[in-house]
């Protein structure tokens, strides 16, 4: 008895952290972009609006076409979508190396948006179903990954840039990311029936059946936590896009910021602390979550997403720029570890990738009201956007405890209803 329960365990963690590698490996495709725009202009012209065009492509595919990913996880399982996503994965990043007109370069961004998109959705959702007792964790820790990987290979890409040129590393790096998630990808898989240790008894987050997609979407929480995940999700983006202005016009972008033994200028500072804050606070929340509960800590992530945001608009000196961009990053990223385990606690791990797939397209449907906010900001300045950005939050923390806490105990109140002769009913 005591090996049989000793073996899953061993095999899920290496699952979970098979996962993460792949997630490291596609990490650059969003996070690594723009280390690349300026070279391309340099050489084409085509100007940097024109070139991040690209970007876009790639975020709309990256989380519109995940519900299709996760359906074919759901049905073939997670390795033949993870291998498929790391082809493409690496050929997107081959077709930019010889890119030299834009419609090449927009069909190569949607091509690693449909690779990175299947890597993704596999990754996170394999963890749900691996750990259903630490979804929480499980999911904050395959998140982090996608948020801080980068961090690893930033200073070796922007030296190769230097050295041999943009289309050398587009090509080297593509190649490199696509070998080791195909490497990798091939040992993903599943749990069998009895691998996943048995949650305790007492667990809150056991739901009482599998909901199929369609069933999910039919119901309340499931558009409420879209919402919620659209309106946390749009604040953040707004900082990922536009933290370079921001920096510019409160005039600390090049002053030097002393912190950790370190000395660099505000706005590099802010964004090597912002990716490491981004990736810690997903298993942080992620591990919080599964202990005060995920509805709690929904309300205390995004109620200090609104305050860091707040804050933020007066950070008129480099150092409070640097540590409260920090802050803004470290409240806003856990989303990408909450919502899936919420995901899953509700509806179920059968089909918990789907399902989450489906959420996840809220990222590009927020991704949409960016450029809303952007034209906010040349009319009425910054204040207004980070006005706007705090009361989303501020909103989204209150549905978290107001509708759908609310929401999730009735519809479990009313799945299970022992008769009188001792039978369930669903």
């Known amino acids: 008895m005591t090996q049989r329960t000793s073996t899953p365990a061993v ?17 650059n495709l969003q996070y690594g972009w723009t280390l690349f725009v300026g070279p391309m202009n340099a050489k084409y012209h085509w100007g940097r609006t024109a070139i991040q065009l690209a970007f876009t492509l790639f975020v709309v595919t990256e989380t519109w ?15 033949t979508v993870v291998l498929g996503g790391g082809l493409l994965v690496g050929l997107s990043w081959v077709m930019n190396a010889f890119a030299s007109s834009l419609p090449v370069l927009y069909l190569a961004a949607v091509v690693g948006g449909v690779g990175a998109g299947g890597v993704y959705g596999t990754a996170v959702g394999n963890s749900l179903k691996w750990f259903t007792d630490r979804r929480g964790l499980a999911a904050g820790l395959t998140a982090a990954a996608f948020g801080a990987g980068s961090a690893l290979t930033v200073a070796p890409i922007a030296a190769l840039i230097e050295r041999r040129g943009y289309e050398t590393t587009f090509l080297q790096f593509g190649v490199l990311q696509g070998v080791v998630v195909v490497a990798f990808g091939f040992f993903l898989r599943a749990p069998r ?11 809150r987050y056991q739901p009482p ?111 409070s720029f640097v540590v409260l961009s920090g802050l803004v990053f470290f409240a806003w990223g856990e989303i990408y570890s909450l919502f899936p385990a919420t995901c899953a606690d509700i509806y179920g791990k059968r089909y918990c990738t789907t399902i989450y797939g489906l959420l996840y397209t809220a990222k590009g449907t927020a991704a949409l009201l ?27 923390a209150a549905m978290a405890l107001v509708v759908l806490k609310p929401a999730r105990m009735r519809a479990e109140s009313r799945v299970l209803i022992p008769d009188a002769m001792g039978i369930t009913r669903i």
């Open 65 to 79: 076409l995940v519900p299709i990913e996760g359906y074919l996880v759901d049905r073939f399982g997670p390795r």
């Open 370 to 396: 960016v450029p809303v906010l952007s034209y906010l900001s040349e009319q009425k300045g910054w204040a207004g956007v980070f006005f706007a950005s705090a009361l989303l939050n501020f909103g989204a």
């Open 209 to 319: 059946r599998d909901y199929r997609p369609l069933d999910a979407l039919r119901t309340p929480m499931f558009w409420t936590m879209y919402a919620m995940f659209v309106m946390v999700a749009t604040g953040g983006l707004v900082v990922v896009a536009h933290l370079a202005p921001i920096a510019n016009d409160f005039n600390v972008a090049n002053e030097p910021v002393s912190l950790l033994g370190l000395t660099l200028p505000a706005l590099t500072f802010a964004l090597a602390i912002d990716r490491v804050t981004n990736g810690i606070t997903r298993p942080f929340f992620g591990w919080l979550s599964d202990h005060l509960g995920r509805e709690n800590t929904m309300f205390l992530a995004f109620f200090l997403e609104g305050v860091g945001i707040l804050l933020l608009l007066r950070a008129r000196d480099p150092t």
């Open 193 to 203: 029936p009895g691998e996943v240790p048995p949650a305790p008894a007492a667990d």
């Open 11 to 27: 095999n899920r963690w290496a699952q979970l952290w098979i996962g993460v590698v792949c997630m490291v490996m596609i990490a």
